[in-house]
C-alpha cells in the first residue's frame, strides 16, 4: 500500500494556471477511474474538489480541472486566486484491493 | 446541510484504548459508506478504514488491522472506530468522511465527499 507520488510544491502568480501531477501505478491510478483531489486549507478539514478523475462536485469552480494518462492523474487549476494557497492531495481507490491511497500532498503558494 | 461531528479524541498512553464517534445528520446515514482518515502532526492525510452503508464491505490500513475497528449504528446515525493497541505512531487528528452513496455493489472508498472537523488522538506517556 504505497502512497501517491506528487510534487511537495508548486507556485504561480495571480492569472496563471499551475498542474499538481499525482503518479501511482497500473494498479490504482493507471486501472482504474477513482481518482480525486481535496484542497486542505491550514487547521481546516479537507474539500473535495474533483472525483472519478474530472467530475467537479456542485459548487467547485470550473477553475479546477482534473485528468489523468496512464499512471499519472493530474488537478489544473487555472486563473489562480489568492484564495486557491492550500494544500491538494490526491487519492485513488483500488476496486483491485479495495484500498484508499493518498498521495503526499502538494503545498501551493500563490505568489 | 450534511454534518459529520468527531468525539471521543484524547490523550492515552501507549498500549491504551479509545473509541471514536461521528454523528451524522442531514442525509439518510445508511444509504451511504463512512470512512475514517487521519493526518499525523505536519503530515499528510492517510486513509484508515471504511464502512458501507449496511456494514458489508469493511477495509482498513495494513497499520491499523487487527488494532482497530470500524462500526456503524444505523438508527443512531453514529460512526466509530474502537482503537486498541495504541501505538505514537497512531497519534493524529481523525475524520469522518462520508464516502459514496452503497446501493448494491459499492466502492466505499471512492471518494470523500463530506468531512468533519476532526478530532485529536494523542498516544504519549
Known amino acids: 500500500q504505497s502512497a501517491l507520488t506528487q510534487p511537495a510544491s508548486v507556485s504561480g502568480s495571480p492569472g496563471q494556471s499551475i498542474t499538481i501531477s499525482c503518479t501511482g501505478t497500473s494498479s490504482d491510478v493507471g486501472g482504474y477511474t477513482y481518482v480525486s483531489w481535496y484542497q486542505q486549507h491550514p487547521g481546516k478539514a479537507p474539500k473535495l474538489m474533483i472525483f472519478?478523475?474530472?467530475i467537479r462536485p456542485s459548487g467547485i469552480s470550473n477553475r479546477f480541472s482534473g485528468s489523468k494518462s496512464d499512471n499519472t492523474a493530474s488537478l489544473t487549476i487555472s486563473g489562480l486566486q489568492a484564495e486557491d494557497e492550500a494544500d491538494y492531495y490526491c487519492?485513488?481507490?483500488?476496486?483491485?484491493?479495495?484500498?484508499?491511497?493518498f498521495g503526499g500532498g502538494t503545498k501551493l503558494t500563490v505568489l | 446541510e450534511v454534518q459529520l461531528v468527531e468525539s471521543g479524541g484524547g490523550l492515552v498512553k501507549p498500549g491504551g484504548s479509545l473509541r471514536l464517534s461521528c454523528a451524522a445528520s442531514g442525509f439518510t446515514f445508511s444509504s451511504y459508506s463512512m470512512n475514517w482518515v487521519r493526518q499525523a502532526p505536519g503530515k499528510g492525510l492517510e486513509w484508515v478504514s471504511y464502512i458501507s452503508g449496511r456494514s458489508s464491505y469493511i477495509n482498513y490500513v495494513d497499520s491499523v488491522t487487527g488494532r482497530f475497528t470500524i462500526s456503524r449504528d444505523n438508527a443512531k446515525n453514529s460512526l466509530y472506530l474502537q482503537m486498541d493497541s495504541l501505538r505514537a505512531e497512531d497519534t493524529a487528528v481523525y475524520y469522518c468522511a462520508r464516502g459514496p452513496y452503497c446501493g448494491g455493489d459499492c466502492d466505499p472508498g471512492r471518494y470523500l465527499d463530506y468531512w468533519g472537523q476532526g478530532t485529536l488522538v494523542t498516544v504519549s506517556s
Open positions: 487519492s485513488s481507490y483500488t476496486r483491485r484491493s479495495r484500498v484508499v491511497l
Open positions: 472519478d478523475v474530472s
